[in-house]
């Protein structure tokens, strides 16, 4: 007889685990790899509240001051009467205003000013300029395969043990300068901190967390297969627990004909003529904008775990992810041409991390002529996939899975470096295989 999988349970069975060796394990690093959606935000909150109230203060280091604010509001929600520092740049505007509001947050540019506190955060650039202090018992390292090597050696004198929690799925860490001359080394700068950590520490303890609260039953088995094969994980809701719906009826165009199909199935493909085009496609464009509109225009209404009514899908809850700037800024553009003002537009990187009900995508292979290893990055497509709770609309123009065909990857094989499994064009094919399913062609 198999038994049924309780998403709860089993979340809490990885949790207690990782808190457990955290607590009172004796190795110098835990890793926690984490699918999109998974809670990484709350496991570190409650992780730093545990080591906090056990009377271990500890370090915070993440990627970018927009985390480190986060956290901060996250754990003064959690325990108001916690000393919390949030230790910020010299710049004029360095954190976030809403912090000012935090009685038992104390901010500075000095790590001096915050000594003794439970918790001091920062971003690892800002940790990477502290010197001279008494190493911390313990740190938490947030978004950590988002930390490149070099950034961990930096901070790396400041504690003494660590706790590594991230997304082994999402975009690699970003550098301004090829690093080929240390591809294969052990000690690679551009690497991420998770992988160089590994490679020198094979020992250390590994723990993922198995279940994505934000990704819904029609959405989780995609981008487990296409993504984290070697760590798969499932959907915290079933089918039915969810459900998006429009108060208008379809007008009988594409963008609406796609939107009934996302409705229905959690995915849809607005499948444009083939064609070479610019990068900022106009009739692409175009078409995102026009399934945004008539997304706010029709009603959408979302019922979820969340709460007890449907809950309006307004404009604040849905994306638009590219893979470029440029098209990014076009996407704005026709979005305030047609009136939509408050949805978030941005490239696959700034998208990383949030979370949003319906998500429309631009794909990153529309109407290209090749298959760069830009485009074909693993990470980008699966942060684009992964951003949502109930629905999303890919728009893309015919022939991608033919484009693929004709770019195999040309990348260099490299000694010593791990290939990286799935590689771009295989999770490009899984997904447009999928995509296929709920295709709707739209001759504009």
């Known amino acids: 007889m198999?038994?049924?999988?309780?998403?709860?349970?089993?979340?809490?069975?990885?949790?207690?685990?990782?808190?457990?060796?955290?607590?009172?394990?004796?190795?110098?690093?835990?890793?926690?790899?984490?699918?999109?959606?998974?809670?990484?935000?709350?496991?570190?909150?409650?992780?730093?509240?545990?080591?906090?109230?056990?009377?271990?203060?500890?370090?915070?280091?993440?990627?970018?001051?927009?985390?480190?604010?986060?956290?901060?509001?996250?754990?003064?929600?959690?325990?108001?009467?916690?000393?919390?520092?949030?230790?910020?740049?010299?710049?004029?505007?360095?954190?976030?205003?809403?912090?000012?509001?935090?009685?038992?947050?104390?901010?500075?540019?000095?790590?001096?000013?915050l000594a003794g506190l439970d918790v001091v955060i920062s971003t690892a650039a800002k940790w990477a300029h502290v010197k001279n202090v008494e190493p911390w018992g313990h740190a938490i390292v947030d978004e950590a395969y988002q930390m490149r090597s070099d950034a961990l050696l930096a901070v790396a004198g400041l504690f003494e043990r660590a706790l590594f929690v991230g997304d082994p799925g999402q975009l690699d860490p970003f550098s301004i300068v090829g690093a080929d001359q240390w591809a294969g080394l052990s000690y690679d700068p551009s690497a991420s901190a998770v992988s160089t950590l590994l490679a020198h520490n094979p020992e250390l303890p590994q723990h993922r967390l198995p279940?994505?609260?934000?990704?819904?039953?029609?959405?989780?088995?995609?981008?487990?297969?296409?993504?984290?094969?070697?760590?798969?994980?499932?959907?915290?809701?079933?089918?039915?627990?969810?459900?998006?719906?429009?108060?208008?009826?379809?007008?009988?165009?594409?963008?609406?004909?796609?939107?009934?199909?996302?409705?229905?199935?959690?995915?849809?493909?607005?499948?444009?003529?083939?064609?070479?085009?610019?990068?900022?496609?106009?009739?692409a464009v175009r078409a995102v904008a026009l399934v945004v509109r008539r997304l706010l225009d029709r009603g959408g209404v979302a019922t979820s775990e969340r709460a007890d009514e449907p809950v309006p899908v307004t404009a604040d809850r849905v994306a638009v992810g590219t893979a470029h700037r440029d098209q990014a800024a076009a996407v704005r553009a026709a979005l305030a041409e047609l009136g939509v003002t408050g949805v978030a537009v941005d490239t696959a990187n700034r998208l990383q991390g949030r979370e949003f009900d319906v998500t429309v995508v631009l794909h990153p292979l529309s109407g290209r002529p090749d298959a760069t290893a830009f485009h074909l990055e693993t990470g980008r497509l699966c942060v684009l996939a992964s951003r949502h709770r109930h629905a999303c609309v890919v728009v893309c123009r015919e022939g991608v899975a033919d484009l693929l065909d004709e770019h195999p990857s040309t990348e260099p094989v490299q000694l010593g470096v791990t290939v990286k499994f799935p590689d771009g064009w295989e999770a490009n094919h899984a997904v447009l295989a999928h995509l296929a399913e709920h295709r709707v062609r739209w001759r504009p």
């Open 2 to 113: 198999s038994t049924v999988f309780d998403p709860g349970a089993e979340a809490a069975r990885a949790t207690g685990a990782i808190l457990d060796d955290t607590l009172h394990g004796s190795s110098r690093g835990i890793v926690v790899d984490s699918p999109p959606g998974a809670g990484k935000s709350t496991l570190v909150v409650r992780a730093a509240l545990e080591l906090a109230a056990a009377g271990h203060p500890l370090m915070v280091i993440a990627q970018t001051n927009a985390q480190v604010d986060d956290l901060v509001v996250r754990l003064a929600e959690k325990a108001p009467e916690l000393p919390v520092g949030r230790l910020h740049s010299s710049d004029s505007d360095p954190y976030d205003k809403v912090l000012d509001g935090l009685a038992n947050v104390t901010k500075s540019a000095k790590v001096a000013d």
């Open 211 to 283: 279940v994505s609260w934000r990704l819904p039953a029609s959405a989780a088995p995609l981008v487990s297969d296409a993504f984290y094969p070697y760590t798969p994980f499932r959907s915290g809701t079933d089918h039915g627990d969810r459900k998006l719906s429009f108060g208008v009826a379809s007008d009988g165009s594409g963008p609406d004909r796609v939107l009934d199909e996302a409705a229905e199935s959690g995915w849809g493909l607005l499948e444009l003529p083939a064609r070479h085009t610019p990068r900022t496609d106009p009739e």
